[in-house]
């Protein structure tokens, strides 16, 4: 029998699971390729007598933990919210083609420079805006008078992601070999930024996705017992799903258009939680926040410091991490 949800236990739960969150932070930035003293570098930045030693720590590998932590944590936020509206276990943020059009922003970003310095000189910026041009079109196909429908959204969704696998593969073709580099490495998805100013494209569309997601909690929780109980029970399952799939998109937006495509994270993360803590998406949407910031982080920090001073992007580590666990996830269903 399940244990009531009260507030001690949904406060303790979730203590628990900002442990790691908090370690990662505390902990992750101690490492990388180039070996400091990290307490004569903290001494020297409050101090007001910085070298190159606090530069290290304070503008690069700290700003990197935090953008770990908040990317981390929005992909597998949405991840687990996806996986209830969408009833699929194998659903994430880039089921809904989100990945691939900021792919093509990006790309088409560094192939043509002049059309980046046009938009402002970011390829963030055009990352942003084909993430957005994307979600618009999925919602827009999956659009019902009486709501979204989710079978719909599902298949629009991985439409637009081949759609636009095939112009990132004629970008590709056309580019030059001068730009394929650089179109490789934002594939496979990166979190180095430098300073705290990087980190700001990411807050106006993470932060009002994670607030319309984490609301969604006590919804979310009747809906994933079905869409008749949870419209028996008041819940107006349109609406929830319209706002669930609006902040996930505008959560993983953000996350993509500065740190590339990160796969795993938002589909191994959730089902993690799940298993520890049970079904009840008021703990498991911010329990899947913390852990999957945690997760995130502590794999960028294994990325940065296993072949230094050579730097894997993190996007290989989580495919190489998260690959097998999810394997082993589906034999055990199947068992």
């Given at each position: 029998?399940?244990?009531?949800?009260?507030?001690?236990?949904?406060?303790?739960?979730?203590?628990?699971?900002?442990?790691?969150a908090?370690?990662?932070?505390l902990?992750?930035?101690?490492?990388?390729?180039?070996?400091?003293?990290?307490?004569?570098a903290?001494?020297?930045?409050?101090a007001?007598?910085?070298?190159?030693?606090?530069d290290?720590?304070?503008y690069?590998?700290?700003?990197?933990?935090?953008?770990?932590?908040?990317?981390?944590?929005?992909?597998?936020?949405a991840?687990?919210a996806?996986?209830?509206?969408?009833?699929?276990?194998?659903?994430?943020?880039?089921?809904?083609?989100?990945?691939?059009?900021?792919?093509?922003?990006?790309?088409?970003?560094?192939?043509?420079?002049?059309l980046?310095?046009?938009?402002?000189?970011?390829?963030?910026?055009?990352?942003?805006?084909?993430?957005?041009g994307?979600?618009?079109?999925?919602?827009?196909?999956?659009?019902?008078?009486?709501?979204?429908?989710?079978?719909?959204?599902?298949?629009?969704?991985?439409?637009?992601?081949?759609?636009?696998?095939?112009?990132?593969?004629?970008?590709?073709?056309?580019?030059?070999?001068?730009h394929?580099?650089?179109?490789?490495?934002?594939?496979?998805?990166?979190?180095?930024?430098i300073?705290?100013?990087?980190?700001?494209?990411?807050?106006?569309?993470?932060l009002?996705?994670?607030?319309?997601?984490?609301?969604?909690?006590?919804?979310?929780?009747?809906?994933?017992?079905?869409?008749?109980?949870?419209?028996?029970?008041g819940?107006?399952?349109?609406?929830?799903?319209?706002?669930?799939?609006?902040?996930?998109?505008l959560?993983t937006?953000a996350?993509?258009?500065?740190?590339?495509?990160?796969?795993?994270?938002?589909?191994?993360?959730?089902?993690?939680?799940?298993?520890?803590?049970?079904?009840?998406?008021r703990?498991?949407?911010?329990?899947?926040?913390?852990?999957?910031?945690?997760?995130?982080a502590?794999?960028?920090?294994?990325?940065?410091?296993?072949?230094?001073?050579?730097?894997?992007?993190?996007?290989?580590?989580?495919?190489?991490?998260?690959?097998?666990?999810?394997?082993?996830?589906?034999?055990?269903?199947?068992?």
């Amino acid at each position: 029998m399940t244990r009531p949800m009260t507030p001690a236990r949904w406060a303790l739960t979730l203590a628990a699971y900002a442990l790691p969150a908090a370690a990662v932070l505390l902990l992750a930035p101690l490492f990388g390729s180039q070996t400091i003293d990290t307490l004569d570098a903290a001494r020297r930045f409050f101090a007001g007598q910085p070298n190159e030693a606090t530069d290290i720590l304070v503008y690069q590998r700290i700003p990197r933990v935090i953008l770990a932590l908040l990317a981390g944590g929005a992909l597998a936020l949405a991840g687990a919210a996806f996986q209830v509206i969408l009833r699929n276990d194998l659903a994430e943020p880039f089921t809904l083609g989100v990945t691939g059009g900021a792919a093509v922003g990006a790309l088409t970003a560094i192939m043509i420079p002049a059309l980046s310095l046009r938009f402002g000189g970011s390829v963030q910026l055009l990352a942003l805006v084909g993430a957005a041009g994307s979600l618009g079109l999925v919602y827009r196909l999956a659009r019902r008078p009486h709501g979204i429908s989710m079978n719909t959204l599902l298949l629009a969704g991985v439409t637009i992601s081949i759609l636009s696998a095939g112009i990132v593969m004629f970008l590709r073709y056309l580019a030059g070999p001068e730009h394929l580099v650089a179109m490789d490495r934002w594939l496979m998805g990166g979190l180095g930024v430098i300073g705290y100013r990087d980190l700001a494209p990411l807050l106006p569309l993470l932060l009002p996705g994670v607030v319309l997601l984490l609301v969604q909690a006590p919804a979310l929780s009747q809906l994933s017992l079905g869409e008749e109980l949870a419209a028996g029970h008041g819940v107006d399952v349109a609406w929830v799903q319209k706002m669930t799939f609006l902040g996930g998109g505008l959560a993983t937006a953000a996350v993509v258009s500065v740190a590339g495509p990160i796969g795993f994270v938002g589909l191994i993360v959730p089902h993690a939680v799940r298993r520890l803590s049970g079904f009840d998406q008021r703990l498991a949407l911010p329990a899947s926040f913390l852990l999957g910031g945690a997760f995130l982080a502590a794999c960028d920090t294994a990325a940065r410091t296993l072949f230094a001073p050579l730097e894997m992007p993190v996007g290989v580590v989580t495919a190489i991490i998260g690959g097998p666990l999810f394997i082993r996830i589906l034999l055990g269903k199947k068992r």
